[in-house]
């Protein structure tokens, strides 16, 4: 379980201090699947940044799993996050000098796995995203949507608690956001993951369980499947 | 991971960027090469030069005699402070360590020729100069122990070729001039290579029976005398024995020694210094590699923000970053000592070669080539593997 209180970041810039996020509280149940959405510049990123240990918060408390997680040191943080967190991002981000199974391998080689059953659990990891066979082509061999799916794995593949997504269709083209929401969501399912996912396009968001809305850093609405018939 | 992970990552990365590798690779090699060069030259250099020196025979002795101002004859040399060639064969015989004594005196007369002057010392000497400092001849014989006070005198291989230009073939049974005294010519030497424990050039000089040296000069004394010991001989305990019997019989005398263990040491220190400021000229060139390494691995970490970025996204710590480019840059740099190293002996080899060192593979400067060139990987790989460490991994997502 996901539990932030009273959250804040504060950038410097030149000087002069600039309050990205005043005072978030949020909570997200395991197993949950969430949409954030929100104007651009809102701090939907930032937001989930702190939630994925990227960054840390400037006051506020996070509780990941009941441990208060807001303050602790850069290696335990990569622990966490190598562990509990597995990432998508918009631009995939996948290493390009790497095969698509190399880099679903990566996160596990940072735990310590042996490769051969690295190698093992990876090429299984594509096998359920549909990506087993182009498991040796590297990214700039493969289309947008395969190299999200490849990413997907990579987040998937160290069996995360959470997936945190952060506008994962945003490079796509309309057929392939749908194939790879119903991934998201087919693997949300069959693995009982926790998944945040941040985006602009409401087709998506309305697919999500629950969203909520970020403008100027602060939430300004919740909204569950259940409760909204006006859209 | 894993120091072999981290190996394997290395490898891949720099693969991946073969001509910047191949680049930054380079600048290593030549400066391991030139260290390596350098100091294997100098250490065949100082080789040879003790393997000259051996060749004398590590068990000489110098000792050389000054009458000293403090004695009590106000005269100046006296004929009792004039330690005589009996003395001299009393010392050999009275201290153990001694196997055999050559004493020799050194005289300052006009030398003619047929009416033509001949430049050139006169020295003194006895039968057994001529195994102690090896003189061989071309022709003739040397002086011998019957000679004596006989007028008969080898010369040195320059002062035979000066009577050469003077139009004489053949010298053995010539008369030559020494001052006012005539000598025949007993024998002629070969050229005469140079012993730091003689300090008289044989080539440039005529030798004569000791004896005889007192005929030339009124003044003549024995001054010098290269000793022979055993070679397990302890030589300070040796010289206080001489000290001993100087004091004794010819107190007014002071003693200076040169032996040959302490020649060898000086000159092996000479040597280091020698090696050591090759090896530093080699060490230059190296620093402008490590330089290289330093620029390449900037510009990687500048290039490679983003990956960075990922993998701490994905859970590598500040310290598996700062593995990934350390091992990079020592990965590199070990490539270029292997091929530096390779590079350097053959070079030196060829130096000796053509020197006439002698060909070989030292492995002091083998050692010190692997070792520099590890070093200056790390050296200068860290300040660019720590700088990537420190990144933000947010900083380096944000979409630019
Ligand atoms: N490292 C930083 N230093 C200074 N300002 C920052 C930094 N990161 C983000 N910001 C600022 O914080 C604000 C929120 O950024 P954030 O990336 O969280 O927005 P967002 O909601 O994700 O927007 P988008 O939908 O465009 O991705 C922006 O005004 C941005 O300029
Ligand atoms: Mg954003």
């Known amino acids: ?231 | 991971m894993n120091y072999s992970q981290y190996l394997r990552q290395a490898l891949d990365n720099l693969l991946s960027a073969k001509l910047r590798t191949f680049l930054a690779m380079l600048g290593i090699l030549v400066g391991t090469a030139s260290v390596v060069a350098l100091v294997s030259s100098g250490q065949s250099a100082t080789e040879k030069a003790l393997q000259q020196f051996k060749a004398l025979g590590t068990n000489l002795f110098a000792v050389s005699f000054y009458q000293s101002e403090s004695s009590g004859n106000s005269a100046g040399s006296s004929e009792e402070d004039k330690i005589s060639l009996e003395q001299v064969y009393k010392l050999k015989a009275q201290i153990k360590g001694i196997k055999g004594v050559s004493p020799y005196i050194s005289l300052y007369r006009p030398i003619n020729f047929l009416g033509h002057n001949v430049n050139g010392n006169i020295i003194g000497v006895t039968e057994t100069l001529q195994r102690t400092i090896r003189i061989n001849l071309m022709s003739g014989r040397f002086i011998s122990f019957l000679d004596r006070y006989s007028y008969f005198c080898v010369i040195g291989n320059k002062i035979y070729q000066d009577l050469q230009k003077l139009g004489v073939q053949d010298p053995i049974g010539k008369q030559i001039h020494l001052g006012e005294n005539m000598f025949t010519i007993v024998g002629v030497a070969e050229k005469w290579q140079e012993n730091s424990f003689f300090n008289q050039d044989v080539n440039g000089s005529i030798l004569i029976p000791l004896q005889a040296s007192y005929i030339l000069s009124k003044n003549a004394s024995i001054q010098n005398i290269v000793l022979r010991v055993d070679p397990k001989t302890d030589i300070p305990e040796l010289q206080d024995q001489i000290n001993a019997f100087v004091e004794r019989n010819v107190p007014g005398n002071k003693t200076f020694y040169r032996s040959a263990k302490e020649v060898i040491n000086t000159m092996k220190e000479q040597n280091q210094i020698f090696t050591l400021l090759l090896g530093f000229i080699g060490g230059i060139s190296l620093l402008v590699g490590g330089i290289g390494v330093m620029n390449v691995m900037l510009v990687s970490v500048a290039e490679r923000r983003r990956e960075i970025g990922i993998r701490m996204a994905i859970g590598a710590r500040r310290n598996d970053i700062r593995m990934m480019f350390l091992f990079e840059s020592i990965v590199l740099s070990l490539l270029g000592g292997v091929v530096g190293v390779v590079a350097g002996i053959v070079i030196s080899n060829m130096v000796a070669f053509f020197a006439g060192w002698g060909v070989g593979i030292f492995i002091f400067p083998v050692i010190l080539g692997f070792f520099v060139a590890a070093a200056t990987g790390i050296f200068f790989g860290y300040y660019p593997a720590y700088r990537a460490s420190q990144l933000d991994p947010i900083e380096t997502l944000r979409y630019e």
Do not use: W
């Open chain 1, 1 to 231: 379980m996901i539990e932030l209180k009273g959250i804040t970041r504060t950038y410097m810039i030149g000087g002069t201090s600039q309050t990205i996020l005043h005072g978030i509280d949020l909570k997200v149940e395991d197993g949950e699947f969430l949409g954030i959405i929100g104007p651009s510049g809102s701090g939907k990123s930032t937001l989930m940044n702190i939630i994925g240990l990227l960054d840390r918060p400037t006051t506020g408390q996070y509780f990941l799993q009941d441990e208060d997680v807001a303050q602790l040191d850069d290696d335990r943080r990569s622990i966490i996050r190598n562990q509990f967190i597995g990432f998508v991002f918009q631009m995939f981000f996948l290493l390009p000098r790497l095969t698509a199974l190399e880099n679903v391998m990566l996160p596990l080689s940072y735990r310590g796995v042996p490769e051969a059953k690295a190698k093992e659990m990876s090429m299984q990891m594509l096998e359920r995203v549909e990506m087993a066979y182009r498991a040796d082509h590297k990214p700039s061999a493969l289309s947008g949507g395969q190299q999200q799916r490849v990413a997907i794995a990579r987040a998937l593949v160290g069996d995360p608690k959470v997936i945190l997504a952060d506008e994962p269709t945003g490079a796509l083209d309309s057929k392939t956001s749908q194939d790879v929401m119903n991934l998201f969501m087919k693997l949300q399912q069959e693995e009982k993951k926790t998944v945040v996912l941040i985006t602009h396009d409401m087709k998506i968001a309305d697919q999500c369980k629950r969203h909520i809305e970020v403008q100027d850093g602060r939430l300004v609405q919740e909204t569950s499947v259940g409760d909204q018939p006006n859209r």
